[in-house]
């Protein structure tokens, strides 16, 4: 996604004053038409006429929300940037349990990991497709085996700047989850990924 982020924070602050913009106003809003059709395969916009766009009603919440919020809800729920959070979310699970920590992940397997559990072990069964369990893999390798999913292919650096307010690597951003600081993954990950 090399697309800048501050025409996606525009067109985010109109749509949450407005509810909508046409392709007039998209025209006012520098690089913001490269965002429709990805904010629409988000599922955050739909197209209410000819070249108006409004926001989906499952986004109508959005136009109560502060705009800083309301820009880092709705860039969490594009799918590259999504999958590749919950890839980190991934890791810290396996960098949890490599320490031993499963009643942890239990809980969280239950409760706040529970609407992310497809996407979690679709990734480890793609890691693991060679037969061998990440779980027995030595810690140190654990990093290179995330890294090799399609979803840590793309540099987020920005992104995550952005959104998350650091640019680290992802073992560093579960730092609070792989060394059992954290009482929970919701500590390392963002809370504003709608379930």
Known sequence: MKRQ????????????TWGEVTRFELS????????ITTFE???ILHTAATEIWSLSPEFWSLLREEPEKAVRTALFQIPEYRGYLI?????AV??????????????WSGDELLPFLSVINRMLNEI????????????????????????????WDNWNQALLGRTARPQVTIQGADTGQGDSPRDTFPAQIKI
């Open 28 to 35: 006012g809003i520098a690089g913001a038409q490269e965002w």
């Open 94 to 107: 396996a960098s949890a349990a490599k320490q031993g920590l499963y009643d942890e992940i239990e809980k």
């Open 128 to 155: 693991e497709a060679d037969g061998k369990r990440i779980i027995d893999q030595k810690a140190d390798q654990i990093p290179a085996l995330f890294a090799s999913l399609s979803e840590r292919q793309d540099n």
């Open 5 to 16: 982020l501050a025409s996606a924070k525009k067109l985010i602050e109109h749509l949450i």
């Open 41 to 43: 395969n988000a599922g």
């Open 87 to 91: 890839s980190i979310l991934a890791e």
